[in-house]
């Protein structure tokens, strides 16, 4: 069974912040990684997707990956009220297969108070 | 906004019933995947068509089927409802079967 385990949370940061969310999964074959954003009531909206070890930078949002610990992390820079919501993270199918299974963490709510 | 779009926004059906989901994919995508999302958990993968055919399947039971079509829009449909179908339903599009995977506004089923 793969798994996907994100920091719980809720996590609580000031305005301007760094937000730190963090993800381990379990197939080390695993190959492809995916940061969501889902407000509350809505549907999962695609922030950051990485494939290779090290970081990704994108405006405020910074994908981190390390396979070795099978650990990704996404960090939010200045952070905005209007960053509130679920982050979930997907790690997709290992490599060898058909399709692109998504597997999903349980997501960790953060929360920017001014 | 993603292009991909679902329909109906939301369904209320009573236990035992049959209900059919609709997806269109975003233009230039093949391959629709389908997940369902209890309240406060990540999305579930139920399964993937990918040009007509189903291409991968979660550990839903067999009362949870789709369809494909020419067009590549896609629909679930799940018969006989439990209390615990209750949740929101999630069409994702791609541009392949192992692509990035974009979601539609979802549809939130509650039965009774």
């Known amino acids: 069974q793969k798994e996907v385990e994100q920091n719980s949370g809720p996590l609580s940061v000031p305005e301007g912040a760094i937000a730190s969310l963090n993800c381990t999964y379990s197939?080390?074959?695993?190959?492809?990684f995916f940061w969501y954003r889902q407000y509350s009531g809505k549907s999962p909206e695609l922030i950051m997707f990485?494939?290779?070890?090290g970081d990704k930078e994108d405006g405020r949002f910074t994908a981190q990956l390390n396979k070795a610990s099978q650990y990704v992390s996404l960090l939010i820079r200045d952070s905005q009220p209007s960053d509130s919501a679920t982050y979930l993270c997907a790690v997709g199918d290992a490599g060898g297969t058909s399709y692109g299974k998504l597997t999903f963490g349980q997501g960790t709510i953060l929360t920017v108070h001014p | 906004e993603t292009g991909v779009t679902q329909s109906p926004t939301h369904l209320i059906k009573t236990r035992g019933q049959q209900v059919t989901l609709r997806c269109s994919s975003q233009s230039g995508h093949n391959t629709v995947s389908w997940y369902q999302q209890a309240l406060g958990q990540g999305p579930q993968f139920i399964f993937q068509y990918y040009r007509e055919e189903e291409n991968g399947r979660g550990n839903f039971p067999p009362r949870f089927s789709g369809l494909q079509f020419p067009n590549y829009s896609s629909e679930l449909n799940v018969n006989a409802l439990e209390l615990d179908d209750s949740a929101l339903y999630l069409c994702?599009?791609?541009?392949?079967?192992?692509?990035?995977?974009?979601f539609g506004p979802g549809t939130r089923l509650l039965v009774l």
């Open positions: 197939d080390r074959g695993s190959q492809s």
């Open positions: 994702a599009s791609s541009q392949g079967s192992g692509e990035t995977q974009y």
């Open positions: 990485i494939y290779s070890n």
